[in-house]
T-cell receptor, first 114, second 117 residues
Framework: GENVEQHPSTLSVQEGDSAVIKCTYS??????FPWYKQELGKGPQLIID?????GEKKDQRIAVTLNKTAKHFSLHITETQPEDSAVYFC?????????????FGQGTELSVKP | GAVVSQHPSRVICKSGTSVKIECRSL??????MFWYRQFPKKSLMLMAT?????????EQGVEKDKFLINHASLTLSTLTVTSAHPEDSSFYIC?????????????FGQGTRLTVV
């Protein structure tokens, strides 16, 4: 089945710097890759996603890149702010005929220092 | 984004009792909902996939008789933890997909903190 690896597990940056989180997946049939932000005691919030027919997607300070050949995708946050501090999860979707379920990475705890 | 409402947000129950958690998609129909369990500082572990009008599909190692899932309508799925024990204490989160395809957005509820005493 699908396996998603996420790195780093913790990331500390200064306010205004960029943060990059990387994920790899194993199932070449996976076709949807969302990123979630989770604050303490809350459910994950979808922040950006990318589908397999696209190589890059950007939404203001957040961007995601996908390399299907290498089976890896990354989250880029520019001009980080203290409110970006949270745990970020990447995920990959198992094909619909296998249930369409989301398989999550291990998470990255991002800390943005003022 | 779409709204998924989960209730209750916190519950404390006595060992041996059952607890029901509700997950509602408020502004879209969800043919498929997912239930996750999350331990402190850990990732989300998929417990089961809930399909409207049919039996849930459980992940390996998840006891279907302990974690009863019902998906009676296109907007409501429930998870009942039966005969709860302290080791069932955890953060439970539901998710609903807007459409039937594998590449559609999945939105999460707020989570339920279950404490069994």
């Amino acid at each position: 089945g699908e396996n998603v690896e996420q790195h780093p597990s913790t990331l500390s940056v200064q306010e205004g710097d960029s943060a990059v989180i990387k994920c790899t997946y194993s199932d070449s049939a996976s076709n949807y890759f969302p990123w979630y932000k989770q604050e303490l005691g809350k459910g994950p919030q979808l922040i950006i996603d990318i589908r397999s027919n696209v190589g890059e997607k950007k939404d203001q300070r957040i961007a995601v890149t996908l390399n299907k050949t290498a089976k890896h995708f990354s989250l880029h946050i520019t001009e980080t702010q203290p409110e970006d501090s949270a745990v970020y999860f990447c995920a990959a979707t198992v094909p619909y005929n296998q249930g369409g379920k989301l398989i999550f990475g291990q998470g990255t705890e991002l800390s943005v220092k003022p | 984004g779409a709204v998924v409402s989960q209730h209750p947000s916190r519950v404390i129950c006595k060992s041996g009792t059952s607890v029901k958690i509700e997950c509602r998609s408020l502004d879209f129909q969800a043919t498929t909902m997912f239930w996750y369990r999350q331990f402190p500082k850990k990732s989300l572990m998929l417990m089961a996939t809930s399909n409207e009008g049919s039996k849930a599909t459980y992940e390996q190692g998840v006891e279907k008789d302990k974690f009863l899932i019902n998906h009676a309508s296109l907007t409501l799925s429930t998870l009942t933890v039966t005969s709860a024990h302290p080791e069932d204490s955890s953060f439970y989160i539901c998710s609903a997909r807007r459409g039937g395809g594998g590449d559609t957005e999945a939105f999460f509820g707020q989570g339920t903190r279950l404490t069994v005493v």
